[in-house]
């Protein structure tokens, strides 16, 4: 039986729907040695900033039960050092690059970085990182909280560039539809669902914060559940795409996602555990399909039975 895994977002064509999600996958080459890099469907570079930034200071990441806390504070080497020494090493996966952006606090840098690479052929597309939790520059909230800002954001940089543009939404709200519809309405060709939770840890000797700056983004198994329900929950009220993550670290959590409402999902904590996670998910959806006759991916999305 011949499988159909390729998906479409936007205008960018995937030959299955596994990425890996921004900040967990370096720049590629690191994990050149565990797996076909050729295989992914797309990768996903560490956000990128107008400007260089050196991060937030240690300690920056720390375990916690089923999952991690990371505070890196969006460190790169900013757009143009990344444009020369960080894209190229990507183009050589041989697979659809995503560059994600993100602003220190001004809102047109997001459309400074939007027209850049709207000028680079090696871009397949643009995630937009309106979500982040981890900069001091966000201490009054994040674009992704308000609907107003968020349609406002989005449809700057749809304004600025042609290219497929992929929001990347915060769970960090009280209502995540509202907030995917002003994405939706202002021109966002799909939605990257969820980041990071806020959390917070505390070395029970010391009294202190496991994270220097204190609360952190929560990753990894613990937050899958809330991923899941908030995909669920935005699929059936848009028309875009969505792009599933949080806490996926098997075929099984993979499938999830495609059940809830997603087109495509995201790879991100479980490659700092397993480094071929991404590959052997690939593998296992395909084995899911041929198992169960199903010819098509397209098949899956939205097709959790509710009682």
């Not at 000797?205 to 669920?232: E, H, N, Y």
Request: charged fraction near 25%; hydrophobic fraction near 40%.
């Amino acid at each position: 039986m011949t499988l159909e895994l390729s998906v479409t977002i936007g205008k960018l064509k995937l030959k299955n729907p596994v990425m890996v999600a921004s900040g967990t996958f370096g720049y590629a080459g690191e994990f050149k040695d565990f797996m076909d890099l050729r295989k992914l469907g797309a990768v996903v570079s560490k956000t990128v900033t107008v400007k260089p930034r050196s991060g937030n200071p240690p300690p920056r990441t720390c375990e916690t039960p089923a999952g991690m806390l990371n505070s890196i504070g969006l460190e790169n080497p900013g757009l143009e050092k990344f444009l020369t020494t960080k894209l190229p090493v990507l183009k050589k996966t041989g697979v659809p690059v995503i560059v994600s952006i993100a602003s220190e606090g001004d809102p047109e840098e997001f459309v400074a970085l939007a027209r850049r690479l709207e000028r680079v052929r090696d871009v397949a597309a643009i995630e937009l990182n309106i979500s982040c939790p981890n900069i001091r520059a966000h201490v009054k909230g994040l674009v992704s909280q308000d609907p107003k800002s968020t349609y406002e954001a989005v449809r700057s940089v749809r304004k600025a560039t042609k290219k497929t543009l992929i929001t990347k939404l915060s769970p960090n709200v009280t209502d995540i539809v509202e907030i995917a519809r002003a994405a939706e309405d202002a021109g966002s060709d799909a939605l990257a669902l969820i980041n990071t939770l806020m959390g917070m840890s505390i070395d029970t000797k010391t009294r202190k914060p496991r994270i220097a700056m204190g609360v952190a983004g929560l990753s990894g198994p613990a937050i899958r559940p809330v991923a899941v329900r908030m995909v669920w929950e935005v699929y059936r009220k848009v028309k875009i795409p969505i792009i599933g993550m949080g806490g996926i670290i098997d075929t099984e959590s993979a499938l999830e996602f495609f059940f809830a409402g997603a087109t495509a999902v995201s790879i991100g904590t479980a490659n700092f555990v397993n480094p071929k996670a991404s590959g052997e998910i690939i593998e296992g959806i395909e084995k899911f399909l041929r198992s169960n006759g199903i010819k098509s991916i397209k098949e899956l999305v939205g097709s959790v039975r509710i009682c």
